[in-house]
């Protein structure tokens, strides 16, 4: 028995190992997303600053697990069987959990998952001891501390308002000081922010990295230890560091001309950095700290029977070896290096919090129009009521840079003057919550203040809002439903372990790695569409040439696309197959959302074609008939789907016959659509036409087939309905197709000719 408990711990640290992969690159967000957005220095030492931060926090860690010190359950009722089993599941939950959101690129809450999958595998197994004891489920609270859980949804909920509208509001007054103009402000008060920014984040290092650190205990000259000399003399402190800061900022910027706002970001970076390291490392490692534990104090027990070991020395402190906190931090910066869903979780704040245009990740949701609609009418009141002098004044304050230098590609996210208010807010509001012993996550705070901020810069204007707000729903909803997930699959495991015994341990432990690895897969698959997907985009960087090259792409993967679907969807009909049908409607949407976004694109595309007014002219054309040959296709293929979803009756066997031989036509045209595209051999473009033209007839001939069927009452009123709308969308394919061609050959035509003239 001894040696499947040993088991049981290897694998507990196995699981550790991957959730400190996968935890990494979900908290990466905290520290890196002001840095990396604001484009206050080189990735690899925005990276290299936090990794120091994350190696020194490692070694601030309080060293204890504590979820378990703070009494999310009572480990005096357990015995050591039981919360083996509580452990186990709590380390699968979380892997599996964890890695599911940071491949969908959305942050979460490790504090709030691993609490709340400790409350679910606790509770699972304090029912199942509660019943086989005979008693009653009023005794739950004699196992359960659920005053801890209410305490972390009231943080939750407190921590995502304060945050936001504290961000929001410091960020206004930053920026009435600073504007976006910031260079000339920055001569005269740069120094004084840069002291009170950085004397915030000192507070916040000494406040939130002391606490329960291995440094904390160390006596100074007066006989106190670090930790009580700190609390005493916090105020000294802080007016200090606020006049050496700004001695400090002042001389490098006026003598060696070092951009103080760089400085500030990278300084907030490192302090984030090794909070999370120091406060959140034992979400990782706790676990399994406690679990190694408690197997070495049942292994000295002497015999004495894993169901009746009472597990009561973890109501108190667990310590964790140092060299174990190291190793930990080493992987975190190794993940943090490596990993490419640390960088798909930074860039939904990222992309959520940015002054330029572009492609928006989330779509628009009843909520967020309410909201903005709502939020617009009180601005026009409040704008009604106030001076229009002083409504000119501010709003000079906020006047942005011109247009094109906001679609530069090389221009941030956003400036450093809101990358430091984002640092220096989130770390006194995480600094003034731990102090007063709030339940607060990093992962709440750090996003709110960014969204905050971001609001105050005017990054949600009338173009972006809706989407913005509603991206900003997606993720706290995302962090909500981290709660109610991790307690039922928690629970859920914890109860199926212990029914089925060992077999259902080894059941789970193959299942977390299954999908992992599926996940990863996941991943990569929709790395590779995404980068292929940019690779056939023309953006705004891209030479004039590269958008010549990349415009055939897109033409030649929409003939393509289109005589796929075509192909898919009329066969699948016919031979009454939901799975190709369901190919073809999956394809359909894909092609769908490359033409939308193609369009969404096509000013900052235009941007590159400086005077050449025809070519871009065509351009657009092009871009247009790209999104008219997918719109065809949509009113075709839905249709199809929606009469053999519904079982009606299939076509007869001539209709059969008619199809079969469109669809052979259509092919044949589009593959010399496709030949003509990929050779340049425009002149052939009139062959296309006579084709087209001739299979315009011949569906005009299949209208007039289908009226005699109708009169010799052959089919009903629904199969004409579907086969006139197939003959209709038909011609409309084939005629936004061709002027689809002859748009592209006049566009490259046209460029050509601009760049020899």
């Not at 049981?8 to 840095?35: E, M, P, R």
């Not at 186990?88 to 691993?114: E, R, Y």
């Not at 415009?551 to 030649?556: A, D, E, L, P, R």
Request: aromatic share 10%; with cysteine.
């Amino acid at each position: 028995m001894g040696n499947f408990y040993l088991i049981l711990v290897v694998v507990l640290f196995a699981l550790a190992f991957s959730d400190l992969i996968v935890g990494v690159s979900n908290d990466a967000v905290n520290f890196l997303n002001s840095a990396i957005g604001s484009k206050a220095a080189p990735k690899w030492l925005i990276f290299l600053i936090a990794s120091l931060g994350v190696l020194v926090g490692a070694t601030f860690s309080s060293g204890m697990m504590e979820v378990a010190r703070k009494g999310i359950f009572h480990p005096d009722m357990f015995f050591f069987s039981e919360i083996m089993v509580i452990f186990l599941a709590v380390m699968i939950t979380d892997v599996i959990l964890l890695d599911m959101f940071n491949t969908f690129g959305l942050p979460t809450s490790t504090t709030v998952s691993i609490v709340f999958e400790l409350l679910g595998s606790a509770v699972a197994v304090s029912i199942i001891k509660i019943k086989s004891m005979g008693g009653t489920m009023l005794e739950l609270s004699n196992y359960i501390n659920s005053d801890k859980a209410l305490a972390i949804i009231t943080g939750i909920l407190l921590s995502v308002v304060i945050a936001f509208s504290v961000g929001a509001i410091v960020q206004y007054i930053a920026r009435l000081i600073f504007t976006f103009q910031y260079k000339v402000s920055l001569k005269y008060f740069g120094s004084m922010f840069g002291g009170v920014a950085i004397a915030a984040i000192t507070y916040f290092i000494l406040i939130k990295g002391m606490k329960g650190s291995s440094y904390a205990e160390l006596t100074v000259e007066s006989g106190e230890t670090l930790k009580d000399y700190v609390k005493h003399n916090t105020v000294t402190l802080l007016f200090f560091s606020f006049i050496g800061w700004t001695i400090v900022m002042e001389v490098l910027k006026s003598i060696f001309k070092v951009d103080i706002l760089k400085v500030i970001v990278l300084i907030g970076t490192f302090a984030l950095a090794m909070a999370f390291a120091g406060n959140d490392l034992v979400n990782f490692i706790g676990v399994p700290i406690a679990g190694f534990k408690s197997f070495q104090a049942w292994s000295a027990s002497g015999g004495v029977a894993a169901d009746g070991f009472s597990m009561e020395m973890l109501s108190g402190k667990v310590g964790t070896p140092v060299y174990m906190l190291l190793i930990s931090g080493l992987v975190m910066v190794v993940t943090l290096i490596l990993s490419k869903k640390a960088q798909a979780v930074t860039q939904t704040e990222v992309n959520l919090g940015r002054q330029s245009e572009g492609s928006e990740r989330f779509g628009s949701s009843i909520v967020a129009r309410l909201m903005v609609r709502s939020a617009l009418k009180f601005n026009k009141g409040l704008v009604n009521v106030m001076p229009s002098a002083f409504s000119r004044g501010i709003d000079r304050r906020f006047k942005q840079e011109p247009v094109s230098k906001i679609e530069d590609p090389k221009r941030p996210a956003f400036d450093k003057i809101r990358a430091a208010v984002n640092l220096v807010v989130a770390s006194i509001l995480i600094s003034i919550g731990t102090s007063l012993k709030l339940p607060l996550s990093t992962t709440y705070v750090t996003f709110m203040v960014a969204m905050g901020t971001s609001l105050s810069d005017r990054a949600w204007d009338r173009e972006s809002a809706v989407y913005r707000v509603s991206g900003v729903f997606a993720v706290i909803g995302g962090w909500f439903l981290t709660a109610f997930i991790a307690f039922t699959v928690s629970a859920l495991i914890a109860w199926l372990i212990t029914a089925g015994g060992k077999f259902m341990v080894f059941v789970f432990i193959a299942l977390a790695i299954f999908i992992v690895m599926r996940t990863q897969v996941m991943f990569k698959r929709r790395s590779a569409k995404k980068m292929e997907e940019e690779e056939e985009t023309a953006i705004e960087q891209t030479p004039i040439e590269k958008v010549m090259e990349k415009s055939t792409k897109q033409v030649v993967s929409t003939i393509i696309a289109s005589n796929k679907i075509f192909s898919i969807c009329i066969n699948g009909f016919i031979k009454e197959d939901r799975s190709y049908l369901r190919e073809g409607l999956a394809l359909k949407d894909e092609l769908n959302v490359k033409s939308k976004k193609l369009k969404a694109k096509v000013l900052k595309t235009l941007a590159k074609f400086q005077d050449e007014v025809d070519s871009g002219h065509y351009y657009v054309q092009e871009v247009d008939y790209q999104r008219e040959v997918a719109h065809s296709l949509n009113f075709l293929v839905q249709p199809l789907f929606e009469h053999f979803d519904n079982q009606h009756k299939p076509f007869i066997q001539p209709q059969v016959e008619n199809l079969h031989e469109l669809t052979n036509k259509i092919d044949e045209i589009l593959n010399f659509a496709l030949h003509l595209t990929k050779e340049g051999k425009f002149e052939k473009l009139e062959e296309l036409i006579q084709k087209r033209d001739t299979l315009v007839d011949d569906l005009s001939k299949l209208e007039k087939t289908q009226i005699k069927r109708i009169k010799a009452a052959e089919v009903n009123t629904r199969n004409s309905l579907l086969f006139f709308n197939i003959i209709s969308e038909t011609k409309n394919l084939l005629m936004h197709m061709v002027n689809l061609l002859k748009a592209h050959r006049d566009f490259i035509t046209e460029s050509i000719k601009s760049k020899t003239e």
